[in-house]
């Protein structure tokens, strides 16, 4: 009493099934190694871009800091 869509197939059901299951198996695992990637992915994106904008911020500071030094430095040798 097999359907019409397992009659199309030659081999034998039993055979048939666990190819089925393997296939199912295989592409499972796949898609969890692909999640797992892409996990780990955002959290180097969400560190990486973290990290960039505390040292961008530390460059802003220093820069500034060094352009109040220039102008201190720059009044204080015109006044002598």
């Known amino acids: 009493m ?7 197939f030659k081999s034998p059901s039993s055979r048939l099934a666990r190819l089925f299951h393997k296939g199912r198996d295989n592409w499972k695992l796949r ?15 969400r560190d990486l871009s973290a990290s960039r ?15 109040k030094a220039n102008i ?6 015109k006044r002598d």
Do not use: C, F, P
């Open 72 to 77: 201190e430095t720059g009044l204080e040798k």
């Open 2 to 8: 097999q359907s019409k869509l397992m009659q199309e």
């Open 53 to 67: 904008d505390y040292w961008k911020n530390r460059a802003k500071i220093a820069e500034e800091k060094l352009h």
């Open 31 to 45: 898609a969890l190694e692909k999640q797992k990637k892409l996990r780990a992915l955002d959290i180097k994106v």
